[in-house]
């Protein structure tokens, strides 16, 4: 009787490796297929301020006919004080036209513009100027951080990225400024719209 009883022990000790090497099993392939499953199905995260890939772009020209520069189809225009404004969440372009007897140069904008903007400009920190040239020719980049305005709803604020080129013909300056949240990959909408800009014949 004693034998007997003993190889059954000896099957139920059998039976209970083989099922927990089948639980060990399971659990040592469930993470990387779960993490796997997570991560291709997962839809992708840009940056915030990110502008799409297929955002259409229309033609803007001012009242007086100066100049034709593409701006974001849909974004919010503001007119104020003879500055014009496109804003979409987070990202902003701004045009204003001066007039100026001289071309600017990295010079006079480091003489005179960039002291202006860093003292009228929230969280300012210096970037750098330098000459780019675009379709309509050379124009100034005066580049720096800035603080965004609040988020209407949360209050919330960023550290902003902003490109400000200068355009120059015939004692006019055109201003066009291109602000988004620092690290947000817009370097080629910026492109599409600054290399859009173009004097009236």
């Known amino acids: 009787m004693i034998k007997p009883r003993i190889a059954r022990l000896g099957w139920l000790a059998l039976a209970a490796v083989a099922g927990l090497a089948l639980l060990l099993t399971g659990c040592g392939t469930a993470t990387p297929t779960g ?20 955002q259409v ?8 006919g100066l100049f034709t520069v593409s701006v974001p189809e849909g974004w919010a225009r503001t007119d104020a004080n003879g500055v014009v404004t496109f804003t979409d969440k987070l990202n902003s372009v701004r045009i ?15 003489a005179t513009e960039v002291p202006q903007i ?3 400009t929230t969280g300012y920190t210096a970037g750098d100027v330098s000459m780019v040239t675009r379709t309509a020719g050379d124009a100034v980049l005066v580049t720096y951080g ?19 080129y200068e355009f120059w013909k015939d004692g006019q300056e055109v201003i066009l400024t291109l602000s988004g949240p620092q690290g947000a990959d817009n370097v080629d909408p910026w492109t599409t719209i600054t290399d859009s800009f173009g004097w009236a014949p």
């Open 35 to 54: 993490a796997a499953a997570s991560s291709s199905g997962a839809p992708e995260v840009n940056p915030a301020g990110d502008i799409p890939d297929d």
């Open 57 to 64: 772009y229309v033609p803007f020209t001012p009242d007086n």
């Open 96 to 110: 204003e036209t001066v007039a100026a007897p001289m071309a600017p140069d990295i010079a006079s904008a480091t």
């Open 118 to 120: 860093a003292s009228s």
């Open 146 to 164: 800035a603080q965004s305005e609040p988020d209407p709803v949360t209050g919330q604020t960023f550290t902003d990225s902003v490109e400000r």
